[in-house]
């Protein structure tokens, strides 16, 4: 399927936002609309020349296998998220949908001569590489030092912001796009841990729970100290 730039939701937030409508159009010619169910992966480690792709709606999770068949959570990709490893002769890591997603694809050799084309585009990605390693090692410092409390705070503001349509206030309600074992798993908790820290962040007036995914924010700024904590 064709890409529909004109109706984009991501189009002013995603990495293409900084190309002219003429040096967009000539992009989108090379790419195809793809659409994910849950579950289903977009690339998996050491598939040679994945595709790269902008993420338009849904999420999507990057993870590893060890040894032990053992899944590891190591990112979410949100909404206007690129994906694609444009270095390296193979994929790294799996790419899965968590929830029904749509991406804009496009073959590695048509982002490699598009970056060579388009300056602008390559500094946007560059950019937002830059942002993913900053916040991949937010994570990984937020797993080793904060409480469970703020571990799990901390995600759930990152869900509110992810799922907001302005970056400058955080949405009022959204949907889980991980399970409970997919959130101790991305957080090195236990499920009961986990179930047990929701009721907490709820008692405290931080959230409300709608349903068995509904997440609404009562006070976004108690939920923002709470992140913020250490562990004792």
Do not use: W
């Amino acid at each position: 399927m064709k890409l529909a730039c004109d109706t984009c939701p991501v189009r002013d937030s995603a990495a293409c936002s900084v190309l002219s409508e003429e040096e967009r159009a000539a992009l989108a010619a090379a790419g195809r609309t793809r659409v994910l169910e849950r579950g289903e992966m977009l690339f998996a480690a050491g598939d040679s020349e994945a595709a790269c792709a902008t993420l338009v709606s849904g999420a999507l999770k990057v993870s590893s296998v060890d040894q032990n068949g053992t899944e590891q959570i190591l990112a979410l990709v949100h909404p206007s998220g690129f994906i694609g490893e444009l270095f390296a002769p193979f994929a790294h890591h799996d790419v899965t949908a968590i929830t029904t997603s749509k991406l804009c694809t496009f073959a590695r050799g048509d982002i490699d001569r598009a970056i060579e084309t388009y300056p602008a585009l390559a500094r946007a990605l560059l950019r937002r590489a830059q942002e993913d390693l900053l916040a991949t090692r937010g994570l990984l410092e937020l797993t080793s030092n904060a409480s469970a409390e703020a571990r799990l705070a901390a995600l759930l503001h990152d869900f509110a912001a992810a799922a907001s349509d302005s970056p400058c206030h955080l949405a009022s309600a959204f949907d889980l796009p991980l399970t409970r074992g997919e959130i101790a798993n991305m957080l090195g908790l236990t499920i009961e841990t986990v179930s047990r820290k929701f009721g907490e962040l709820e008692a405290s007036g931080a959230i409300a729970r709608k349903g068995k995914r509904g997440i609404e924010l009562i006070d976004p700024a108690l939920l923002q100290t709470l992140s913020g904590r250490l562990s004792e």
